[in-house]
């Protein structure tokens, strides 16, 4: 069940998705997401899906790993499209049924909800499945870097990141071990409503939180060991740089938020 | 003598939230350690070991009395960082002390700190992964390696500081047999083939063979201090201590126990079996 969580994960290649410096891909995800939420007409819908596409397969991952990522928050998208389907104003009633009215405006925006959301999710698990962790928030820290003037503690949140990230696998197989240990004595996860299945969890969440604190502690010893004393004179062993097809994949970008907000206005 | 680390009454207590009186855990202790020696720190659980070792390299700053290494003062704050990339430690948990996605990265990070360019990082994270035999393994996620390879990531990632001594705390308390060997086989090397100072702590007697000293402590104090081939025959006063010693020492023990005599000084496997053998064929005679 917790092998499902993919959240963090790398899958290294070759492809020119993966040899893209993160600081590139981070503007190119956080643009990908202005034009999904920007995009109102059915062309520009369109235009959005097929530039996702293109980029999936460029990256080489396969599309059902990047629909895995949708999973864990299934829920919340269905909450959403539901919502959306009794809440929408409309003309065209398809049924009334005491206070909820079904509309084909809301059937047309849950469903546009529905696509967004599950793009949303598509286009960011690609950023991670294509990145390694160490670039991404090395790419984040850089990108951030001018409100170090500010005082924003930009390293901190960074080196943060990294470690939460490397820390993952780590913590779920705990969990996976210690869940194991429980239903060896008894403990039952998988039956009962949600409030039982929530209360099953609770003594699985003291002894995980008791190893994190743990491991914390450890960490930081050995991390101060290595001699580890914030960013201050810290360099890198690999430095990100700016290639050609950063500046050619931006200028795509450019052009591609562009075509949304045009096809916006040319198709009403 | 050249001595790498040496503590001069060293003192040292922890406080707590609940007591009212600070737990003191180590009690004016001695110790020099000589450049280019392997010691091996053997105690009963809550002796004070790991506690000792944190001060070796400033992350614990004495109470009272002093810790130098090569002669700098460990409680100065302007050359902590001096005193950390001379002494390394390796702890019990590799899970715990890995801090990157990647193999290199993680033993990059001793050097990233250090602000060494980047050429130079590249040229150390290499040489240290050799040392430790995880060269091919570089690309490697640590959290799908075994334990020993993670262990030898973490020895690497303390290698490429280059320090003048390594400390590890029970470096090999959580692997299997397999890991074990490969951890202690490297630890060996860096002494032998490197020349870099070795404390290790451990709970395994086995380990300790090969050291030139063996440091005995209880409730904060040292209480033996000697060649292993001195201490480990005392088999009744290290069981008083709760230690165990070496297998080979005590099949000599039982038999000695038996009415044969036997020099209890036999520490590898080979030298054992001489000395029975020797025992023996002297009795033939
Ligand atoms: N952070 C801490 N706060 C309070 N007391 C501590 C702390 N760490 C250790 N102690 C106490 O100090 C004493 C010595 O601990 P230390 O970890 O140095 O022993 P050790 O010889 O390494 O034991 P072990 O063989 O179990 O690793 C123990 O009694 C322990 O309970
Ligand atoms: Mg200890």
Known sequence: MLKDVTLGQFFPGDTVVHRLDPRTKLILVIVYIVALFAAKTYAAYALVMIVLIVCVSLSQIRFTTIMKGVKPILIVILITGILNLFFTQGEHVIFRLWKLTMTWEGVRTAALMILRLIMLINGTFLLTYTTSPIALTDGLELLLSPLKKLRFPVHELAMMMSIALRFIPTLIEETDKIMSAQKARGADFDTGGIVQRAKAMLPLLVPLFVSAFRRADELSVAMESRCYHGGEGRTRMKKLTFARRDFGALILGAVFLAAVFALNRVWK | ?285
């Open chain 2, 1 to 285: 003598m050249d001595s790498i680390i040496k503590t001069e009454s060293l003192t040292y207590a922890y406080r707590s939230v609940e007591d009212e009186h600070p737990r003191v855990v180590l009690q004016g202790l001695d110790l020099e350690i000589e450049r280019g020696t392997f010691v091996a720190i053997l105690g009963h659980n809550g002796s004070g070991k790991s506690t000792l070792a944190k001060h070796f390299n400033g992350i614990l700053l004495p109470l009272g009395g002093k810790v130098y290494v090569e002669g700098i003062d460990t409680s100065v704050e302007e050359t902590m960082l001096e005193v950390r990339k001379r002494v390394g430690m390796v702890f019990q948990n590799p899970d715990n002390q890995l801090v990157a996605n990647v193999v290199e990265e993680d033993v990059a990070f001793a050097p990233e700190n250090l602000g060494y360019p980047p050429e130079e990082i590249r040229m150390r994270v290499d040489d240290a992964l050799r040392i430790v035999g995880m060269y091919d393994m570089r690309e490697h996620a640590p959290h799908l390696l075994s334990g020993g390879q993670k262990q030898r990531v973490a020895i690497a990632g303390v290698l490429a500081m280059s320090p003048k001594c390594v400390v590890f705390d029970e470096p090999t308390a959580m692997l299997d047999p397999q890991g074990r060997q490969d951890v202690i086989r490297t630890i060996r090397q860096l002494r032998d083939e490197m020349n870099v100072t070795v404390v290790l702590i451990t709970h395994h007697m086995e380990e300790t063979i090969h050291a030139d000293r063996v440091v005995v402590m209880s409730d904060g104090k040292i209480v033996v201090d000697g060649p292993p081939k001195k201490v480990f025959p005392n088999v009744e006063y290290m069981r008083e201590q709760g230690l165990d010693v070496p297998e080979t020492v005590d099949i000599l023990y039982e038999l000695d126990k038996c009415g044969f005599h036997y020099r209890l000084d036999a520490l590898s496997v080979d030298e054992c079996a001489r000395e029975i053998l020797t025992a023996f064929t002297g009795a033939g005679a």
